[in-house]
């Protein structure tokens, strides 16, 4: 069966060989809860659907009108045996529920590196957020080149980061652009990041060839499902 968890994720998990995000628009913060509800509730009262599915999390953004979804699954073959045997009823039950979701967009992806929790770390997340950056082009080797910069820059600077628990970077499986899902200790801790002063390895990030465009999204944990 299907339960809760509130124990967020691990990226780092060697089992996920095809982590997907995607995200829903809903519209306002009380659809957004309603529409949490009737994840949960849909999810719990069904089997869980595959020993393949390591892991379901939505998020709720703090634009009031997103969630975000991030399933780990062992490969991609799993997931699209899940849309042709269990995928279409949870989505009629959910938009019986909550009708008028919009589902925006479903991003593939490989895990490439990550910057793990220090040992002993045991501090729950206060905000989570995730980064897209998209490439000019089919950018594959720039892609990496790229995360390799920002985790240099990263460690760089381990005092201004100190509120950064963890940053999970992702290779979109079209080749695109790359996705950042980071957990930052608060909301001020990250937005103190922010306002700091530019550095030279900082530059070197923002303006390297081929970067094309930049954003970033706030979420908050929201719901948790795990094997039984």
């Not at 490439?112 to 490439?135: H, M, N």
Request: glycine share 10%.
């Amino acid at each position: 069966m299907s339960r809760r968890t509130e124990q967020h994720p691990d990226p780092t998990d060697p089992r996920i060989g095809a982590p997907f995000f995607s995200t829903w628009r809903v519209g306002t913060p009380e659809r957004q809860r309603q529409t949490v509800e009737a994840i949960g509730r849909t999810w719990e009262r069904r089997p869980w659907p595959t020993r393949d599915l390591l892991g379901y999390h939505v998020y709720a953004g703090q634009d009031g009108s997103t969630l975000m979804h991030y399933s780990q699954w062992t490969g991609e073959q799993a997931y699209e045996s899940f849309v042709k045997a269990h995928r279409q009823e949870r989505v009629d039950e959910i938009d019986t529920a909550v009708p008028g979701i919009e589902r925006v967009e479903l991003g593939r992806y490989q895990h490439y590196r990550s910057r793990e929790r220090a040992v002993g770390d045991r501090r729950v997340p206060g905000l989570i957020v995730t980064v897209r950056v998209d490439f000019e082009g089919r950018a594959e080797a720039r892609r990496e080149e790229w995360v390799d910069l920002v985790l240099k820059a990263v460690d760089g600077d381990p005092q201004g980061h100190a509120g950064l628990m963890s940053a999970h970077f992702h290779l979109s499986t079209d080749g695109g652009h790359v996705l950042n899902y980071a957990e930052w200790e608060s909301a001020e801790a990250y937005e103190g990041v922010l306002a700091a002063p530019s550095t030279d390895s900082w530059e070197r990030v923002r303006t390297y060839p081929g970067l094309q465009g930049v954003t970033g999204s706030r979420y908050e944990h929201a719901l948790g499902l795990v094997p039984d």
